[in-house]
């Protein structure tokens, strides 16, 4: 069995450790916290929630440097050429311990032809009043590693969400919808006072929460 089910007072949380160690469903008494899956999609955008290892973002064409050493990734993303979001999304994920609250799960990615190299792991926690995420990486290469770990939420209903956020500044894109200029967040973009998320509709990297 691949999914899992918490419960913990009114709230209720689905993880799928074969879909990318996703999250599915997210609930409280029946209320959609997160926009969950149809059953059907095998899109982790369609999911509630998927984890960001080890980054997050597109890597400009599949390439980058790290201490005067060049890296080659694969594309994943068609018909863009980058790479985005990293492995941890698309793979399938061992379930180390589950509890009716709790889940942990990893991911080994460590094959002869892996250009980064890791062991990586997710843990869930559920309470009755807030779910808890955790996530770790270890690197398993010979040489030192960058990286970074997140969760890509969809929350629920977009006509009636309401966002507030402060943010330091917003990396504008190129063409191909790389980051590549820090900018002040210009007025429209401004979620300082809460307003309709359906407003605006962005795919931008924000900074300094």
């Not at 061992?94 to 509890?99: H, I, R, Y």
């Not at 002869?112 to 869930?124: G, K, N």
Request: charged share 20%; with cysteine; aromatic share 12%.
């Amino acid at each position: 069995m691949t999914q899992h089910t918490l419960r913990c007072g009114s709230l209720e949380m689905t993880v799928d450790a074969e879909r990318g160690g996703s999250i599915m469903a997210f609930r409280d008494r029946g209320f959609d916290l997160m926009r969950p899956w149809d059953g059907v999609s095998r899109d982790p955008r369609a999911y509630a929630s998927f984890p960001l290892v080890p980054f997050s973002g597109r890597v400009d064409h599949a390439r980058f440097r790290f201490a005067g050493k060049a890296y080659q990734l694969s594309p994943n993303f068609p018909p863009e050429p980058h790479a985005i979001h990293g492995d941890g999304w698309t793979s399938p994920w061992e379930v180390v311990s589950a509890t009716a609250t709790s889940v942990e799960l990893q991911l080994v990615h460590d094959g002869p032809d892996d250009v980064l190299r890791y062991r990586t792991t997710q843990f869930y926690w559920l309470y009755p009043d807030h779910l808890e995420i955790a996530m770790s990486l270890t690197n398993r290469g010979a040489e030192p590693m960058p990286f970074g770990l997140g969760h890509h939420p969809y929350f629920g209903d977009r006509d009636q969400a309401l966002l507030s956020a402060t943010v330091g500044g917003v990396w504008l894109p190129d063409d191909l919808n790389v980051p590549q200029r820090l900018e002040a967040v210009p007025e429209l973009w401004s979620f300082h006072a809460r307003r309709p998320v359906q407003e605006l509709v962005l795919d931008h990297v924000f900074q300094t929460w």
